[in-house]
């Protein structure tokens, strides 16, 4: 055997599943030639074979060196200027059975070593699995594919982290293509995508929801949040205490909710069972302009609000407003105490909230959460959003969050994410749902909304809670999690410790570095110390969803997702537009709307 192209050197010393190689010094290059394929010996992260039998154990380099070294000095069976490897034992394959991941004979001192070859590669990552699915390339043999296995990415969740500009959304368009052009063409996957990157990367592929579409608008209806979440994005309100304010707008939300109760598209609910926080549509417009007449009205009759005095127009009309446009009604002047009309109410407590309310139900960029009438529970309801986001025909949903204002992106993949949450959980028993059919959960730029401890300065763990809950009990109801983010060391870390699997891209910063050497399994720390240095697209993959941890090379997918980096070099040139139309950018900043030219 040692007469074999392939021979390394031997065992000198065995600690645990930790092997120290003595190179043969008749290996006179570092690249040998083997079948007409050039191998470079001691890559940290290549794989050996020790053959024992009918048995061959694998292991990963770890560490190279030439004595003398601190460690290995005191073994006199490295002398001075002996080269050695230093393997970590990953798995085994015995006789005509597959690569299996643990050991169960143990290699010795004296055991021969070898260079694995492509023949060797291709048995340790080839998969029978109908679960796995070709992602890329092994980064050491580009003829190579590797595979990542579906069910387990779904049911054990995900990240995929590098660096800004490390090639995190091409992988992601890439798994996705993946997953959805080849074998699961029927697979459901959200991607939330809050800088607009996709809409042409996964064209052929996604139905693309975006604020300003006019064929597919983003509607996100506010009534499915709770009150407290509702109060903070309404009244800038921080704490959860209720003042009577609160309590005043409460008790109007509710008689909305019971006045459609026992009407709902999707079934009726008790008026008993129906509470503050319950899903139930309402329309805030009308909450709106109720109150707003009996916190102002002039009434003919004491305390009777049916005989509100309305000014007259022209035409001899009450000037009534209009609940739809946001217009409030005008009432006439109240008489002395004894002559009417009279005041309706003495006590005015709401005109600072009535106030904030119009303003963010005027405000263009929450139209989608705030602006959606139609979702009355009778014409639309939950049901109809959840058959536009996953009944079409295209196994992936884009939900384009590019306009959302950055103060409530929290707040909206955090209900996005409890309304797919909630249904999967409730309709885990209806066919074509639930765990019959699974979702998996792409969250882009996810420590923008996710941050560590769940809360930070801006957000205020809306979607940390929602995501959490998912990461936890999501396998149970067919729900995944795909976290994809520039600042792991930023990320919630009740998420991060539910995610599976790693893909790790390039990552410089060390504090990055250290999130996914906890999670490297097998003391294969110092693997994570290859990522400052990893090319661009090429990832460390480890985790449940590969057999193996693999350095993995994904191919540059066209068209690219929109985050491509401006170019100065050409824009700089020559200029195509000599007077941009200025005016139009100051008109949408006004607007709060961008027009699509
Ligand atoms: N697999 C790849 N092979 C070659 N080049 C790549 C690959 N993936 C990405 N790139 C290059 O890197 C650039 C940035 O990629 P990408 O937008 O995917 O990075 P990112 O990690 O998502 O960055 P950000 O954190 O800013 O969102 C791309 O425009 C492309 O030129
Ligand atoms: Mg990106």
């Not at 693309?208 to 996100?220: A, G, H, M, R």
């Not at 139209?367 to 196994?395: A, M, R």
Request: proline letters at 5%; charged letters at 25%; one cysteine or more.
């Amino acid at each position: 055997m040692q007469s074999e192209v392939s021979y390394l050197g031997i065992i000198v010393r065995v600690i645990g599943s930790k092997l120290f190689v003595d190179i043969s010094e008749d290996l006179l290059s570092s690249t040998p030639i083997i079948r007409g394929k050039l191998y470079k010996v001691g890559q940290i992260g290549s794989f050996v074979k020790v053959p024992l039998g009918s048995l061959n154990v694998y292991g990963i380099v770890t560490m190279v060196g030439s004595n003398p070294i601190a460690t290995v000095m005191e073994d006199s069976s490295f002398p001075y200027g002996r080269r050695w490897l230093e393997i970590q034992l990953i798995g085994e394959s015995i006789g005509l059975q597959g690569f299996q991941r643990g050991v169960s004979i143990y290699p010795t001192i004296d055991d021969e070593v070898h260079i694995v070859t492509d023949k060797d590669l291709k048995e340790i990552h080839a998969t029978d699995s109908p679960s796995a699915v070709s992602i890329g390339t092994l980064a050491s043999s580009d003829s190579l594919p590797a595979y990542i296995d579906v069910d387990k990415l779904l049911s054990r969740h995900g990240a995929i982290i590098g660096s800004t500009g490390s090639g995190k959304s091409n992988t992601v368009t890439s798994i996705l293509r993946s997953l959805t052009s080849g074998l699961f063409p029927k697979s459901k996957i959200i991607l939330i995508d809050p800088h607009s990157e996709y809409h042409t990367a996964l064209k052929d592929y996604s139905k693309v929801f975006s604020i300003d579409d006019i064929t597919n608008p983003l509607k996100i209806p506010f009534w499915g949040l709770s009150y407290n979440e509702l109060a903070l994005v309404l009244f800038d309100k921080k704490q959860a205490a209720d003042t009577a304010q609160d309590i005043s707008i409460q008790e109007k939300i509710l008689e909305h909710k019971f006045g459609i109760c026992d009407k709902l598209k999707s079934g009726s609910i008790a008026k008993e069972a129906v509470t503050i926080d319950s899903p139930i549509p309402f329309n805030l417009k009308k909450v709106w302009y109720d109150l707003y007449v009996e916190e102002n009205a002039t009434v003919d009759e004491k305390q009777d609000i049916r005989t509100a005095a309305y000014i007259k127009d022209g035409s001899d009309n009450d000037i009534i407003g209009s609940w739809e446009n946001l217009v409030p009604p005008q009432f006439k002047a109240p008489g002395t105490s004894t002559l009417s009309p009279f005041i309706y109410k003495t006590n005015k407590i709401l005109t600072s909230y009535l106030n904030k309310l119009q303003g963010k139900l005027k405000d263009n960029r929450l139209s989608f959460l705030f602006d959606v009438d139609d979702f009355d529970g009778e014409t639309l309801d939950i049901e109809d959003l959840l058959g536009s986001w996953l009944n079409h025909d295209k196994p992936i949903t884009v939900l384009d969050l590019g306009g959302v204002p950055f103060e409530i992106m929290d707040m909206v993949v955090g209900l996005i994410s409890k309304i797919l949450f909630e249904s999967s959980f409730w309709g885990r028993y209806i066919p074509g749902f639930g765990r019959q059919r699974p979702i998996l959960m792409v969250f882009e730029e996810a420590h923008s909304y996710l941050p560590r401890g769940g809360s930070s300065a801006t957000v205020t763990g809306y979607a940390s809670r929602s995501v959490r809950r998912i990461c936890k009990e999501g396998r149970k109801y067919g729900i995944g999690a795909l976290v994809v983010s520039q600042r792991p060391s930023d990320l919630d870390e009740t998420i991060l410790s539910q995610c599976g699997t790693f893909i790790a891209l390039r990552l410089s910063n060390t504090q990055d570095q250290g999130i996914i050497n906890a999670a490297l399994p097998d003391n294969l720390g110092s693997i994570s110390e290859l990522l400052p240095s990893l090319r661009t697209g090429e990832a460390i993959i480890v985790g449940e969803a590969v057999k193996i941890p693999s350095r993995v090379r994904l191919p540059l997918i066209e068209p690219r997702p929109d985050s491509g980096d401006p170019e100065p070099s050409k824009a700089w040139k020559d200029v195509s537009v000599e007077n941009p139309q200025f005016n139009k950018a100051i008109e949408f900043w006004r607007k709060q709307k961008v027009e699509k030219t």
